[in-house]
């Protein structure tokens, strides 16, 4: 009687802690604390093999910060989220705009140009799925979580925990689609590389049209 006591006993103390442990949804990988910083080198490129130049760069430093609270195109309570972009020499501001950024219902979304799209839902967990733009007049943009809390280093910034999210794999005798996102706790974005290319005899580096932006975190904070 008393060996079965002690038994239940534990069963039931072992779920009541169980119950309490905290769940860990991921939102640290989507910060929305005001003033978070995020600065990046970034790099786009634009290929044409019937133009001059045949492959066009484009450099510069982006700098994205979490502003104060404002109503969104769709009436809800959102961040500012603001992007200033600067030359990548001298530092001087190029152009600044305001979007916006919040969590609502699970998602984690950010306004660009008026185009609600869903760059993180939660809980952040590997083979979750979800459609970019399922709120905008966008095509249908199926996106999945590759990874989580997977341990990364971006040239000399090292994060602990962080999430790929494939965009798209594709890859073809004229085409190759290479897009993903990768967020890391605490930060935010920390990569992008997005290629779109089109190309000869199954040869990523025989590029005949297409674009590529790359995202690269070189510093962060509060």
């Excluded at 989580?148 to 040239?155: A, G, I, L, P, S």
Aim: contains cysteine.
């Amino acid at each position: 009687m008393n060996r079965s006591f002690w038994i239940l006993f534990t069963i039931i103390l072992f779920a009541s802690c169980k119950s309490k442990e905290k769940v860990d949804f991921g939102y640290d990988y989507f910060p929305m604390q005001e003033g978070h910083f995020v600065i990046y080198n970034v790099m786009e490129v634009f290929h044409d093999v019937n133009l001059s130049p045949q492959h066009d760069t484009l450099r510069y430093k982006l700098r994205t910060e979490i502003g104060e609270i404002i109503i969104d195109n769709s009436g809800r309570q959102a961040r500012k989220y603001i992007q200033s972009k600067y030359h990548p020499i001298n530092d001087s501001l190029l152009e600044k705009r305001v979007w916006t950024r919040i969590i609502d219902e699970g998602r984690g979304e950010v306004v660009e140009e008026n185009q609600r799209k869903i760059r993180l839902t939660f809980a952040v967990k590997k083979d979750r799925q979800w459609d970019v733009n399922a709120f905008n007049i966008l095509p249908q943009n199926i996106v999945h979580i590759e990874d989580v809390d997977k341990e990364r280093r971006f040239d000399n910034l090292e994060f602990e925990s962080t999430s790929k999210i494939s965009y798209e794999d594709f890859f073809s005798l004229v085409d190759y689609r290479m897009k993903y996102e990768v967020y890391a706790k605490g930060v935010g974005l920390v990569k992008r590389s997005f290629k779109d290319l089109s190309i000869q005899n199954f040869d990523t580096l025989d590029i005949v049209q297409g674009t590529e932006i790359h995202y690269d975190v070189i510093q962060f904070g509060n």
